[in-house]
């Protein structure tokens, strides 16, 4: 544990990252978590399906989707940046001959640091991790970049043979969903629409694919809400 009055200078690089095994456990937690979430919105779906028209229709049922959402988005962010993929990507950074230390790279292990001290005092936001994500430049592979990445609804779901692909990371989206998540935790709102939580389950599988891709490249794991492709 953090000691309260610790500063981000006083944090060395090699405490901040999570334990293997920890790391392994909460992604195996996360996703199962978020299978039971899928599980429990396909569900509603039986109930108000799919379709264009129903989008937009607010329900508190759907509100209860966001509270459950919301936590583990924290926690996978916490897993993204302090767990072995951005402990791999950085370390391939300083050691690699044609990127290493410089200005951006100094930059960004102090926005590591911060961050850490922040999620060991209990003071973090899910918009520092964002913000942090969108801007990485530990990025390898185009894939990785969140706010390019795009999954569409499986045509079981949608019925719509060529459904439109979300791309949830989008500064707008995020931001929009931010406020919505505001709302219903600080503002007594107490509904949310279908759109509201496509976009809050496509935010985590997002997640997963990213913190699986580096704990087994070869994991596959079936979404019947997404085409995970």
Request: aromatic residues 16%.
């Amino acid at each position: 544990m953090l000691k309260k009055n610790r500063l981000a200078e006083d944090v060395t690089i090699e405490e901040i990252w999570i334990e293997p095994a920890d790391f392994d456990r909460q992604c195996e937690y996360l996703l199962g978590a978020y299978l039971r979430l899928e599980d429990d919105f396909l569900e509603y779906l039986e109930y108000a399906p799919y379709r264009e028209e129903h989008l937009h229709v607010s329900s508190s049922r759907l509100a209860d989707f966001i509270l459950r959402i919301t936590p583990l988005l924290s926690i996978s962010f916490r897993a993204l940046t302090f767990g072995g993929k951005m402990k791999g990507a950085y370390e391939y950074w300083l050691h690699d001959p044609s990127h290493g230390r410089g200005e951006v790279f100094d930059k960004y292990t102090k926005e590591l640091k911060q961050l850490y001290v922040k999620k060991e005092k209990h003071i973090d936001s899910l918009n520092e991790y964002y913000e942090l994500h969108v801007s990485n430049v530990f990025t390898l592979w185009d894939n990785d970049n969140l706010i390019k990445r795009e999954i569409m609804l499986n045509y079981e779901v949608s019925r719509i043979e060529f459904s439109k692909a979300l791309c949830p990371f989008q500064k707008e989206k995020w931001f929009s969903w931010k406020d919505l998540r505001n709302e219903i935790e600080h503002r007594g709102r107490t509904e949310a629409t279908l759109e509201d939580v496509l976009y809050g389950l496509a935010f985590l599988i997002i997640l997963l694919e990213q913190l699986y891709s580096w704990k087994d490249a070869f994991f596959e794991y079936s979404s019947n809400l997404f085409q995970m492709d």
